[in-house]
């Protein structure tokens, strides 16, 4: 499950965490976009919940330097030994440059970089090297994990889908659907034993259809429309479906470009329906070859009005399976 919860205060996210380990979840993968940052989500349930296992997903390579990614990602790792995964990615030049006022500057070469800085750092090496994209002098972690954390690649177009193949130990998917999963896998080139595929998918289990469409319309035109998720879809195929969104996108019309997204590209990418129907349509993913379905659980009618009550009852209920098989 993605966390932080939306709508519970970190403060009460332990009885969210106890609710995801008693359904049967396994793990809690956190994001960082505007929210919260990436590490204090897990560093509550490294505590709260000595079982979860926990990721980032992702990191972003550009608004934190070397170092630091390094000792967050040690801290975290001597936290909760042999339970946590390192996920990085190049990010969106909107969060980085318009957010975090750092250049976007060949997002490639960086997450290649930072990605091989991090190998070395995390194993306790001195690292005294002139990278492509940095320069890191005779940095050492003064508290090196004694188990260092894998380390995944978000990755969307065959680039980076071939380094994560090449260098991770695992990528993180994002934005896509069970269909497209085959396509992303098969530039991932040979893997090697352990690579874990992760990947994030919008869940919102309700059986109101109008309200769950609307929502994904919006998140559909707010991420659909940044450049890098914009060519994955086109090398996705969905160039003619979604022209008319981008159309109405570089034109101004917000309103227009969501209502230009049909129903069964919403359908595909942000899935929907009764709890039951949500566990089904995860599982294919896992049967096209995720290893880590993350879900990341969108606001429901019921939800809105139940509060905290109604979110963890909605917890309990995508992890329930009655063939015994955990979320």
């Known amino acids: 499950m993605t966390v932080p919860l939306g709508g519970l205060a970190l403060t009460d996210h332990d009885a969210g965490y106890a609710a995801l380990d008693q359904a049967g979840f396994t793990d809690v993968w956190s994001s960082e976009v505007a929210g919260t940052d990436a590490f204090t989500p ?13 990721g980032t997903a992702i990191t972003p390579v550009f608004t934190r330097g070397p170092g630091l990614l390094a000792m967050s990602a040690a801290a975290l790792a001597e936290a909760a030994p042999g339970r946590f995964a390192l996920g990085i990615g190049a990010s969106s030049p909107v969060l980085v440059r318009d957010w975090n006022a750092a250049p976007f500057d060949e997002p490639f070469r960086r997450t290649r970089d930072m990605l091989r800085f991090l190998r070395a750092a ?6 005294d090297e002139a990278y492509d994209t940095f320069t890191v002098r005779r940095f050492t972690l003064e508290r090196p994990p004694a188990v260092p954390p894998p380390i995944l690649l978000a990755a969307l177009r065959p680039g980076m889908l071939r380094l994560a193949g090449a260098e991770a130990d695992g990528v993180i998917l994002n934005w896509l659907s069970a269909d497209d999963v085959p ?4 530039e991932l080139g040979e893997r090697r034993a352990g690579f874990e595929v992760a990947a994030r998918i919008f869940v919102c289990p309700t059986e109101d259809a109008a309200y769950a469409r609307a929502l994904g319309r919006r998140l559909i ?9 914009a060519e994955f879809h086109r090398w996705l195929g969905r160039d003619r479906v979604l022209a008319p969104m981008w159309e109405a996108w570089a034109a101004g019309d917000r309103r227009g470009a969501s209502a230009a997204v049909p129903d069964d590209v919403v359908d595909a990418l942000v899935l929907h329906g009764s709890p039951a129907r949500c566990r089904a349509e995860v599982r294919r993913y896992a049967d096209a070859g995720v290893d880590v379905p993350v879900l990341a659980l969108l606001p429901t009618p019921e939800v809105t009005t139940g509060g905290t009550t109604a979110l963890l009852t909605l917890i309990a209920q995508l992890g329930a399976d009655p063939a015994g098989a955990s979320a």
């Not at 897990?42 to 926990?54: E, K």
């Not at 995390?122 to 690292?127: I, K, S, Y």
């Open 122 to 127: 995390l194993r306790g090496e001195t690292v």
């Open 42 to 54: 897990l560093a509550l349930a490294a505590a709260w919940q000595p079982r979860l296992r926990l």
């Open 183 to 186: 396509r992303a896998l098969a």
């Open 221 to 229: 035109t707010s991420y659909l429309t940044v450049g890098a998720y």
